[in-house]
């Protein structure tokens, strides 16, 4: 990376976690309770939802990532923007207003209505953390590798850099989620929101401005990118497919992946439960759906514009492929824009992990501590929060060492793409057969969701994107197999059982998820 | 699992919480009932075999499966049509933009109309579910 001398961007990340901390401080105060704790108190509205959602949404992978996957693989990259944005309709066609109506904290509240609550709510629970914590570590080795090459100077003595902006990522998680809750959470994911809808505006126009806002200059440029390949110099056209995937069942498994594992993202999930109604769920989907779509096509101008306008060979130089974004801003721009535009992607990494946190130690209290181990009362008031609040501490220390451990050059998109492919094979099936098929039962719900938990995990380990020297399973992503399995093992687990307290329970989950009768409303204040 | 010697992080000892505790023997409100607790309370059934129920079921089924059904084959066509019919999809149309980037751009503009669809259903569907729910409460 270029020399910067200044402390800007210090200056910058300062700013914005003494404002997040303000946020948490008042937050602190309002978390009394398990709803309020856990759901915000059912209080946030429509359009802060909507920009917590994005902001919970647009993680590390999507700034840096796929702005350094279009810069180096062109329209193979944007593909990853378009599977983002399309997501949003199988969250809001199929999802977001059942589980408002029919459930109260977390995704497994909605399987365990009709179904044996405590091995449904355990083995969801166990999924929830996979998926969690791949999301989580994918997330904090970011954060390190960002962090310490934006501020080279920063590291605790008798540390690396890496390791202790680890650290200090994961405290200030811990801090937000431990005390501040749902409501801080969501409140530091809308102001990241704002911050990086503003950053990427910014950035596209001054891409724009050196082409003199002409589109079809824009364009023309990207049709002869010289970089170096493995093979020596190559000339490429980047808005041509099939630059990274040269197999098309490569593109339709990732596909799948985006299209499915968004609507089964616990963390994505668990938002929902912050509105008052299932009317306010369904108009936050439709706020991140023009809040993400919007950013994801500004991906085109800094994505393909960091291609045209540095090259992915100055970029490989200069701190490699997930470094495209802030490259760009401190060519195009002055220094400041540069710590701003880093300060943002620091703000969107921290942003994530709370929610990814929050979502995780949720899920253990209420499902696991509470429910299966507990029968579902709480042995003294206040109990539930408190163990949330310690396995948020938990977590969060456990996901630090394991990145520490990891190391700067572990792949994050690898992870991310496996989060997404678990909540595809394991939750969605899970989640759609409970609310739509009367017949489904437990039988079918275990089934589905260690078919589809199993299959995944073990796909990707033996897959290129594993360790395997010689990969058994050959493509990258693998949604195209197991989330049909994870389909079918719900399928074939039902028909093999009988249970018909399950379907009598079915008018119960159909009247409440239709139609919002004794979903739990706001709080009073 | 249970420590009772940990400081309760909780800035308010003993705060109001929806899970019922052990042993509290007044009645509890509405919202925090279990769902055993509430069974006998209203008759599902009753309502689920409601004939502005069924109805409601179905015009929302009427939109919500052909809706889901186009979004999934319109997005699938995407990766289907780039990774099978390269030379195709690399037609410029417009300049040096090629009919793979506007398909792709196309992608965005059929999720926002069709977001802009489904809310419009939905309010149909909320006024049917308020009458439903009156006359529920009226009887």
Redesign the interface.
Known sequence: MPEHKDNTALYMFVAFVAATLVITYFS??R??????YFAAGRRITGWQNGLAVAGDYMSAASFLGIAGMIAFSG?DG??Y???F??A???V???VA?PLRNAG?YTMADVLA?RLKPRPVRALASLSTLTVSSFYMVAQMVGAGALVSKLLPGFSVPGLTGFSSSVICVGILMIVYV??GGMLATTWVQITKAILLMSGSVLLSILVMKEFHFS??EF??S??SIHYTGPKGPVTANF????LK?K???D??S??MAL?FGTAGLPHILIRFYTVPDA?TA??S??WA??LI?VF??MTTFFGFGAASLLGPDYITANGGTNMSAPLLAQKLGTDVFFAFISAVAFATILAVVAGLTISASTSFAHDF??NV?YY????????????A??TAFIVGALSISIAIILGPTYNVAYLVGLAFAVAASANLPAIVFSIFWKRFNTAGAMCGLGTGLLSSIVLILISPAGKLAHPLFPLENPGIVSIPLGFLGAVIGTLLSHEPEAES?F??L???S?????A??ATEH | ???PN?E???????????????GRDHSKPA?EL??AE?AGR?D??A???MEE?KQ??ST?ARF?IP??IF??VY??A???L???F?PL??TKVI????L??LF??S??A???I??AL??KA?AGW?KK?AD??SK?SKR
């Open positions: 602190a105060k978390s009394k309770g398990s709803s309020a329209y944007f593909l923007s378009v599977g944005l399309v949003y309709l199988t809001l066609f199929l207003e109260k209505y431990v005390f589109f079809g364009f023309h990207l049709t808005l041509q497919p099939g995937y197999n098309p069942l593109v339709i990732l596909g299209l009317k369904r108009s989907v439709i759906m023009a779509g994801y096509i501590y509470t181990l579902g009362k709480e042995a003294r008031p206040g109990q539930e929060v408190k163990v609040r310690i329970r008018a119960e159909a009247v409440r239709n139609t919002g009768l004794g739990e409303k | 699992m249970d420590s940990l309760d992080l909780t800035p308010v000892v003993g705060a109001q919480t929806d899970v019922a505790p052990l919202h279990t769902a509430e209203t599902w059934e309502i689920a075999a129920f409601l079921l929302k919500i809706g889901t979004f999934v997005y699938f995407l990766p289907v780039v990774g099978y390269r999809m690399e300049g040096d933009v090629n793979a980037y792709a751009l992608q965005f059929m999720a926002w069709l977001a489904y809310v939905a909320d579910v439903l729910l529920i």
